[in-house]
């Protein structure tokens, strides 16, 4: 399953989160199915991404690459160096999506020009940002000649960002899931509701979960060590979840981040 972005391209609903990880664990995610990979400059595992797409032996136009502008890049005004950068980490010529990593204070409108020059050099062939707020978005619009393809930011049922995704509908921005599980720092797995539909469709809380984005048509990066759940987190398109179950979840919602608040990050 797939989603279109505003420039016609289709990305798959589901990929796969490398934060931390090395090469094995990116070949045996490459092994298990996933074709998206999501990365960043910041990780600093990109070129562990590139060797493990080399070592699968599969061709690179096989896969869709995400990887991201650092803080210090915005606040350097070193875009353009530290894309090439990225790119000869990964051992190609172009990226799928490029995003600004979060929203630096002064720096988050003239960090988007930078991108839309690279966009039009067909080096990134979608672009975005990650952790974007509405009123970000309402500064940006102000300068913008390119709409944004894809705003990622944390997104699970305790917390849902519904305003938000919203507000990305009307402007034609797909939405993305990081730390779409709580990050293992939340008790989600241990919700009674969620337990209860995956026993209703035969499924883990993790799939539940991950169906609830897809089924919303939010695209998700899971991220996971363990082959097994690797496996696991792609077998989640034999079922769908009626209304009634997503407005149930979506019920769950507390506001809760497992990750820093793009209202006030200090890093």
């Known amino acids: 399953m797939n989603v279109k972005l505003n420039n016609g391209l289709e990305f798959p609903l589901i990929g796969f989160g490398t934060y931390g990880l090395g090469t094995a664990e990116i070949k045996s995610a490459i092994d298990a199915g996933y074709r998206r990979i999501d990365t960043a400059h910041g990780y600093g595992n990109e070129q562990n991404v590139g060797e493990a797409i080399k070592l ?77 707020q509405t009123y970000h978005l309402d500064e940006l619009q102000k300068a913008w000649t390119i709409t944004p393809m894809v705003n990622q930011v944390e997104l699970h049922p305790y917390l849902t960002q519904k305003p938000l995704i919203e507000y990305c509908k009307k402007l034609g921005i797909a939405m993305e899931a990081w730390s779409p599980l709580g990050a293992g720092k939340s008790t989600l797995f241990d919700e009674p509701l969620i337990i209860d539909i995956g026993k209703k469709y035969n499924k883990t809380p993790s799939q539940i979960i991950l169906r609830w984005d897809i089924d919303q048509g939010i695209m998700t990066i899971p991220k996971s060590s363990n082959p097994a759940r690797m496996k696991s987190n792609l077998q989640i398109f034999d079922v769908t979840l009626t209304s009634e179950e997503i407005y149930a979840i979506d019920s769950l919602n507390k506001n809760l981040r497992t990750g820093p608040d793009p209202d006030n990050f200090t890093f």
Not at 70 to 83: H, K, M, Q, V, Y
């Open 56 to 132: 699968s032996g599969i061709p690179r136009e096989e896969f869709i690459i995400t990887t991201k502008a650092t803080n210090g890049a915005l606040r350097e005004d070193s875009i353009p160096a530290e894309f090439e950068k990225s790119l000869a980490n990964l051992g190609t010529d172009y990226v799928d999506l490029y995003l600004i990593h979060w929203p630096v204070k002064e720096k988050y409108v003239s960090a988007w020009l930078e991108l839309e020059k690279i966009y039009k050099t067909g080096k990134a062939k979608a672009i975005g940002f990650s952790n974007y």
